[in-house]
């Protein structure tokens, strides 16, 4: 059950502590995209989030959406937020991990993965040993896949639970 516990648990992007990543020596993070920085169905994208990525930019961090979606959602998102992106990166697996540690010349310390998702993000985080961090989805809506993914989900949280090893809303860094 380990591998579904993340390293760091906020209550949204907005809530992490940047600073304290780049504490850790935290250089990329990487971005889900789906109900993490946006709900799944909407293409716009807010004021409070643009704004948000300019700030962040300027802590030096480098952001990367890495995203399971389609190009084009992806592509238009990014394009809205100036944001470097991967897409179809097939979390929970390695994916497209290695393109980026090789194109940045990355070590796996100095990368996070941000993310709604126990069974895609923090899996993929804690599967290739990057700082997974989970924060609620912004919406209930989910995608036809994710659904289903989210009834899995729902077992893992209540069996983390029981075993003392995750609370939901009880954040922690
Ligand atoms: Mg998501």
Request: proline share 3%; aromatic share 14%.
């Amino acid at each position: 059950m380990e591998k579904y516990i993340p390293d760091i648990y906020a209550k949204s992007i907005y809530d992490i502590n940047y600073e304290g990543l780049i504490n850790r020596g935290i250089k990329c993070i990487l971005f889900d995209l789906d109900n993490t920085l946006l709900p799944p169905k909407t293409k716009e994208v807010s004021k409070k989030l643009v704004e948000f990525i300019k700030q962040i930019k300027k802590n030096k961090l480098h952001f990367i959406i890495y995203s399971n979606s389609s190009k084009k959602r992806v592509a238009n998102i990014a394009s809205k937020l100036d944001l470097e992106y991967f897409y179809y990166v097939w979390k929970p697996y390695r994916g497209k991990l290695d393109k980026i540690i090789k194109k940045y010349e990355y070590n796996q310390s100095e990368m996070a993965i941000v993310g709604d998702q126990l069974l895609t993000d923090v899996l993929f985080g804690n599967r290739v040993g990057i700082t997974s961090i989970l924060v609620n989805p912004i919406s209930v809506n989910d995608r036809a896949f994710t659904k289903f993914n989210r009834m899995r989900e729902k077992r893992i949280y209540k069996k983390l639970y029981k075993n003392n090893l995750f609370v939901k809303g009880k954040y922690y860094e």
